[in-house]
Structure formats: structure tokens, C-alpha cells
């Protein structure tokens, strides 16, 4: 087993920290990981990418190599494309559909057309969500919903689950609820 | 954090390497990417304040790197850390801390960063340890960042000299998860029998360089002898390859499933292991150096071979087999191997992606400052240079601002605009702030006002080191302000302003003001970071 997953969004949308709560659980599952992590310059709202790479046997780069990531994980579309060189032949992009638009930004209809050309591909309609919930954090649990279900690693749901629990009660009740609903918001996207 | 593993950043397993070590402290500057060492030492000791660890920040690397040299001469075990151009500041304590060699040991942590993530260069730190005659570890993965610091320091101690750790921004970004190893106590204090080491007159530093030199014959040895100085002879394969850090990870990252037949050695000690090389050059008939940085051991490799009498070709860096600029990657390393690309060239995003580069945050004071500083120097594009710095407010390079024109190294804003002041230029402007201004501002301000140079230097005071992540400052806000009026600055050229909208046309008025003044005068725009907790 081995999945190569690339993390990317903008900074300040908590890219890092979506890919801890991945990590953390697969870590306990037992499995070998490596997560590369962006510090420093790019956080300023410039674009971030997070390596995240899991096994059953030894790992040795620290990034994924280019052409070969299992699947792509983006919280704004742009960024999602930014990095499809990683992708391999038959990986699949999950997207949200919700533009950053802090830069030059061209028609975003272009771009998710361009994403949803692919065979692979997965577009979580974050702007749906975020109506519905009215709230704009729950985007990346929403995220980490389609990417646990699109994964499929067994247990990896229980454990992200009882996480978000965890770091959500001191905000009460409604909150956890609000991110369960995200989470499987998220998962019914994934086929 | 006592547990027997855990997954740790490459920074944080250096970290937790010297904490099990029994370091009394850890002196450092931030920058990225070494910062996560001294913050993760800063957590434990939250956590766990006995036995105590100093960790505070240091104002900058010299100072750090002379406060492991104090410790160290009553007996103490420190770490020092940094990011690589750090090492350029330090470099004078560090130099002569060769000379003295240590008491407790000493460790120098160094943070390269290839392809300058968030750096001005990609100055390759080995070329330290050797410039110092000292032993440099390089840990290509965070398992090892965590077995060769505690190592270091062992050695650090036996031979009398300090170490150099050197790693790069991947692995000092990558989690993985690390194996303790039983953790020692601190040293004792201990004062030395002897002061002559630890004062380098020229009658003592002449003998204590003396017996540095006798010391490489034993250095070499120990590297030999070193399980980090990994050899693996495959018999009859024609390739052998050196490398060292991330490039081993590259390498077998490549070539697990043996698709290609060849002899490794992986370096993580230096100085270069003489016996192994030898060995490894003997079995092949071609060297592939494949090392993240600068082509170090490449350049070395030819003389040895000279040495032994050997003659096989050698291609790495300086004859284009890798770039020799940027970090390598595990496509790289393929490409020098001769192995097919995994890439494929179906995506056609372009026109779609653009850049996003980096930008102030909604709302940060340093917006603020440089519309009213552009405003002021309106029609005076002509006869006016604003020097910078380093810091979140080197952003204002970029539109829409497009206020300042250099950045070099820290603190060089002032001295550059006090020298161009007094070659001539009418409006000679330095944007710096308050962390950069405690590390290296300080001295060449008391020179610009003590000459009494026709310069405006503008402290951008937000109360925190924001671009490495928001560490405190070491003086800011009133200590600041009465810093500099203790230097001797005319108090009617002391000014204060807010970054604020609403303060614009005000603070637009006591900047035109003061680039009419022709003498030094400074200029304070005191507002905290909007990322302050
Ligand atoms: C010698 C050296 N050490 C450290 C760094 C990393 N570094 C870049 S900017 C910076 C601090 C900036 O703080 P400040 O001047 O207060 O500006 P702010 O980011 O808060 O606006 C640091 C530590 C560096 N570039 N060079
Ligand atoms: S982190 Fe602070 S100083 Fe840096 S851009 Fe944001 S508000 Fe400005």
C-alpha cells in the first residue's frame, strides 16, 4: 500500500493542519509517514503545498516525486492545478470549488472545467457548503471527508471523527455537530 | 514528550536530540528553516522546567554562538541553531571557537536552504565546518537528525571541538516519526584548569591551532570508523555513487526496486572518510556525486583520487550531470541516473495558474506605513532610494507598494542609506524593523548619528519578529524609543507615528518633514503585528 497525496491551498486556510489531522490518525493506524510541510515566507497568503506521503514499507524522499502523487487535495481550485505536474497517470484531484481571490484571478468556470476534464477528478462544491452551514471553516473538514472516504483506509474515518470531536467540544455541542456535517458533506462528494 | 517515539520535524528531532543529550541551553536567532529547533525546545522547557534549559532567543546568531562559548568554557553542554546565513554573523566566535575548542560541547545546528525558500542565497554550511577545521554531520533523514545530534555532542566533547549539524529545508520540514534513545543529565559546572585555551593571544592561539591540526588525522579516522559513513559494495557493478543528506533519500527513492546496479557510499560525517572513498573508488570505474547545496565533496573527490593513484571519471554538479542551482528533487536524481522521467505532460494549466507570491496581510501596519511613505516621496523619484531590510515588510517590494529598493542582509538598510546620504543622495531613506533593528540596526545607527549624516531611517515596530512566525523582540516600543535617543539622536528628529488609515495624512506630513532635514533622523511607526495573540 502506498499513497502519495499533495496538500495544497492558500496560506492562512490551514493546509498544514489538515494534513496533520490525516497523518496523525494513519500514524496510529500503524503506518509509515512523511509530511513535508511549508514554513516561513510562503505562509503570507501566498500559495502553500504540504507532501504527504503513506506506506506499509520504508519511505525515503521526504517530497513526492513529480508524476507519480496517488491524489491531489486542494481547498481552492487554482492551487489544485498548480500542482497537477505531481499527479500520476490515473491520481485524482479533490478540489473545492471556492476561489481565493487575493491575486489576478481568471475566470474561475475555466478552471474548474479544466479539473473536471480530467478522468479523475473530485469537485466538493465548498460553495454549496458553505451557504448551507453558513460558515467558511468547515471547508477543510469538508475536504478531509472526501479525501478520508476517496483514501479508503480502514479505521481512518473513526479516528478523524473522534479527533474533530475532541478538538471541537470546548466550542460546545452545536459546533462538532456542524463539522460531522461537513465531514459528511465531504464524503458524499466521493463515488 | 518523554515517550520512546514520536513524529517529529526534522528541526523538532534535533531538538529533542540535544534536549536528550543534557544541553543546560540552546542560544539561537530564528529564520526559516531552523526556527522550529529553538521553538521546540521552547515547548519542552514549558512543559518540563527541571532541570532548567535556557532557550530564550538570542538578539542575534553572534551572540548566540559566543553565549555557547561561555557556557561551554564552565563545563556546559549547549546547541546553537540558525538558518545558514546566520552562520555568516556568527562567523567570527565560530572561527575562533575552533581555535579554543570546547569544555562542554558545542553544536552548531545550520539550516541550508536550497533553492532560497525563503532565503537571499543558498550558501552551503559544509564549506563552514571545513573553513573551521571541525567535524559536520548530515543526517539525510529526521531518525538520524535525532542519533547524529546526540552523537555530536559526545564527540563534541571527546575531541575538543565544536560541530557543525548541517541539514537542509526538507528534511527540516518533514515529519517523521523518531526513536528515543536514553536521555543523560546535564554536565556539571566545571571551571577549566587552564585559561590559555580560552584566551586566543597570539602565543596561545599559535599552539591551540597547532594541536586543531594534529587533531584531522584522528578526525578522519573517527569518520571512517563511523556507521554514518554508510559503504555498500555491490561486487562487479561499474557505478559507484557518493552522496550525502537528502540526495540518499533521492537516490533510493529511485533505485529501491534495483533497476540499476551500483556501489553507494553515504556520507554523513565529514571529513570525508579517506579509507571508504578508496574502497568505493577501487571497486568502480565512474563516481556519480549526487548532494544537496554546493558541489562540496564533488570538488574534494579529485584530489583523493590523485592520492590513491585511482583513475575513474567523476560527474556530479560542475560537469552538468545536476544543476548546480535549486534543491535537488527525486526527478533530478533520476535524470543523472539515466532513468526515464515519470512525468507526464498531459496538463496544459497554462494561462490558468498564476503566481501568488507571498503578500502583507488585510490590515497589517506595514501597509500603512508605505502608503504614507510613497506619498511623501511623490515627485522625488528622481533623488530618493529606500533601503530595507528583512522582514514581512521586505513585501513592499511588491506591487502594489513598490516602496522599497534592497534588501541584503540584515540590518545593512541603515548603513546603506547612511552611505549613500554622505555620497550624495538627497533623500536616503531605511526601512527596518524592530527585531532586525535589536540584530544588527543598532551599531550602524550610532554611526549615521554620531557622523551626523542626512539619512531617515524609519523603525517599523510591530512587537514581534511576524516574518519567522511571531517571536518576541528582544527591545521594542519605549526601550526602543529611549535606545535611541541614547545614542544621541536631536529629540526634535525623534519622531512617532501610527500606521494607521486614519493617521495617514499626518504621518504623510512627518515623513515630508523629515526627508527635508538634513541630518539623521528616525522616524518610528510603532503598531503590534495583527497577528499577535
Ligand atoms: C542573519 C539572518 N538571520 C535570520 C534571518 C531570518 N529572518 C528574516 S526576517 C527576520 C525577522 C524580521 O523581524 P522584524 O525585523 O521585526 O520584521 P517583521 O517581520 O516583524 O515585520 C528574520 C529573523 C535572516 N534572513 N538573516
Ligand atoms: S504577519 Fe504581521 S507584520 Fe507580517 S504581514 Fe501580517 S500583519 Fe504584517
Known amino acids: 500500500m502506498k499513497k502519495d497525496i499533495i496538500f495544497a491551498g492558500v496560506g492562512g486556510q490551514g493546509i498544514v493542519s489538515a494534513a496533520a489531522m490525516i497523518v496523525t490518525q494513519v500514524d496510529k493506524l500503524g503506518f509509515q509517514c512523511k509530511q513535508n510541510e511549508v514554513h516561513g515566507m510562503a505562509q503570507r497568503g501566498g500559495s502553500v503545498v504540504c507532501h504527504v506521503r503513506i506506506s506499509d514499507g520504508q519511505i525515503y524522499s521526504d517530497i513526492i516525486p513529480k508524476g507519480s502523487a496517488d491524489l491531489i487535495l486542494a481547498t481552492e481550485p487554482m492551487e489544485a492545478l498548480r500542482y497537477i505536474e505531481y499527479l500520476s497517470k490515473d491520481g485524482t484531484v479533490i478540489t473545492s470549488n471556492r476561489p481565493f481571490k487575493n491575486i489576478d484571478y481568471p475566470d474561475e468556470k475555466d478552471i474548474i472545467n479544466s479539473i473536471e476534464k480530467r478522468s479523475n477528478s473530485i469537485v466538493v462544491d465548498a460553495n454549496g457548503l458553505v451557504d448551507e452551514l453558513k460558515n467558511e471553516r468547515v471547508i477543510n473538514v469538508a475536504m478531509i471527508g472526501a479525501l478520508s472516504k476517496a483514501i479508503g483506509i480502514e479505521g481512518l474515518k473513526d479516528g478523524i471523527l473522534k479527533d474533530v470531536e475532541k478538538r471541537f467540544s470546548k466550542k460546545g455541542e452545536a459546533v462538532v455537530q456542524l463539522n460531522h456535517k461537513a465531514f459528511e458533506f465531504g464524503e458524499a462528494a466521493v463515488q | ?533
Open chain 2, 1 to 533: 514528550m518523554s515517550s520512546e517515539s514520536m513524529a517529529l520535524l526534522g528541526d523538532e528531532a534535533i531538538a529533542m536530540g540535544a534536549i536528550h543529550s543534557g544541553i543546560s541551553a540552546a542560544y539561537a536567532y530564528p529564520g526559516t528553516p531552523a526556527t522550529e529547533i529553538q521553538e521546540a525546545i521552547q515547548k519542552y522547557v514549558a512543559a518540563y522546567p527541571d532541570p532548567k534549559i535556557n532557550s530564550a532567543w538570542s538578539i542575534n546568531e553572534k551572540v548566540a554562538m559566543e553565549e555557547a562559548v561561555g557556557a561551554s568554557l564552565i563545563g556546559k553542554r549547549s546547541l546553537v541553531n540558525m538558518k545558514h546565513v546566520g552562520v555568516n554573523v556568527a562567523a567570527d566566535p565560530f572561527m575562533n571557537a575552533a581555535i579554543t575548542g570546547c569544555g562542554g560541547g558545542i553544536v552548531i545546528a545550520a539550516a541550508d536552504d536550497p533553492s532560497m525558500h525563503s532565503s537571499q542565497n543558498e550558501q552551503d554550511s559544509r564549506y563552514y565546518a571545513d573553513f573551521a577545521k571541525i567535524p559536520c554531520f548530515e543526517p539525510s533523514n529526521q531518525q538520524q537528525a535525532y542519533d547524529m545530534t546526540r552523537e555530536a555532542f559526545d564527540i563534541a566533547e571527546k575531541y575538543e571541538v565544536p560541530i557543525l549539524l548541517r541539514l537542509t529545508t526538507r528534511l527540516a520540514h518533514t515529519r517523521a516519526r523518531v526513536s528515543f534513545a536514553k536521555p543523560r543529565g546535564q554536565n556539571e559546572l566545571k571551571l577549566p584548569d587552564n585559561f590559555k585555551k580560552w584566551t586566543l593571544l597570539p602565543s596561545n592561539a599559535r599552539p591551540q591551532y597547532k594541536k586543531l591540526l594534529q587533531k584531522q588525522k584522528d578526525l578522519i579516522a573517527y569518520s571512517d570508523a563511523s556507521a554514518f559513513n554508510e559503504l555498500k559494495i555491490t561486487k562487479g557493478s561499474k557505478l559507484g555513487i557518493i552522496t550525502s543528506g537528502l540526495g540518499y533519500n533521492y537516490l533510493m527513492e529511485n533505485i529501491q526496486d534495483g533497476s540499476i546496479e551500483c556501489s553507494i557510499l553515504r556520507i554523513g560525517v565529514y571529513p570525508l572518510p579517506e579509507k571508504k572513498i578508496k574502497e568505493l573508488a577501487s571497486s568502480c570505474q565512474e563516481i556519480l556525486v549526487i548532494e544537496e547545496g554546493y558541489p562540496y565533496i564533488e570538488r574534494y573527490l579529485p584530489s583523493y583520487l590523485m592520492r590513491f593513484g585511482i583513475n575513474v571519471s567523476v560527474k556530479g554538479k560542475l560537469d552538468g550531470t545536476l544543476p548546480e542551482q535549486g534543491e535537488l528533487t527525486p526527478g533530478i536524481v533520476r535524470a543523472a541516473l539515466g532513468m526515464g522521467s515519470l512525468e507526464n505532460c498531459e496538463s496544459d494549466t497554462s494561462g490558468l495558474v498564476r503566481p501568488r507570491p507571498p503578500a502583507l496581510c488585510k490590515g497589517c501596519p506595514h501597509h500603512d506605513t508605505y502608503l504614507a511613505l510613497n506619498e511623501a516621496l511623490k515627485g522625488k523619484e528622481k533623488e530618493r532610494i529606500v533601503f530595507s531590510d528583512i522582514g514581512c515588510y521586505t513585501l513592499g517590494a511588491y506591487p502594489p507598494y513598490e516602496t522599497i529598493h534592497s534588501c541584503l542582509c540584515m540590518g545593512a538598510s541603515i548603513s546603506m542609506a547612511k552611505a549613500a546620504a554622505e555620497n550624495g543622495l538627497k533623500y536616503a531613506v531605511a526601512v527596518i524593523g524592530d527585531s532586525t533593528f535589536d540584530h544588527s540596526g543598532i551599531t550602524p545607527l550610532l554611526e549615521g548619528i554620531k557622523r551626523e549624516n542626512p539619512f531617515t531611517v524609519v523603525i517599523v515596530d510591530n512587537s514581534t519578529t511576524a516574518m519567522t512566525g511571531g517571536q518576541d523582540t528582544i527591545c521594542g516600543e519605549t526601550a526602543l524609543e529611549k535606545l535611541v535617543v541614547g545614542m544621541g539622536i536631536d529629540q526634535k528628529h525623534l519622531r512617532r507615528i501610527i500606521p494607521l488609515p486614519k493617521q495617514h495624512e499626518q504621518n504623510v506630513k512627518v515623513f515630508e518633514e523629515e526627508l527635508e532635514y538634513a541630518g539623521p533622523s528616525v522616524i518610528i511607526a510603532l503598531r503590534k503585528c495583527i497577528q499577535i495573540k
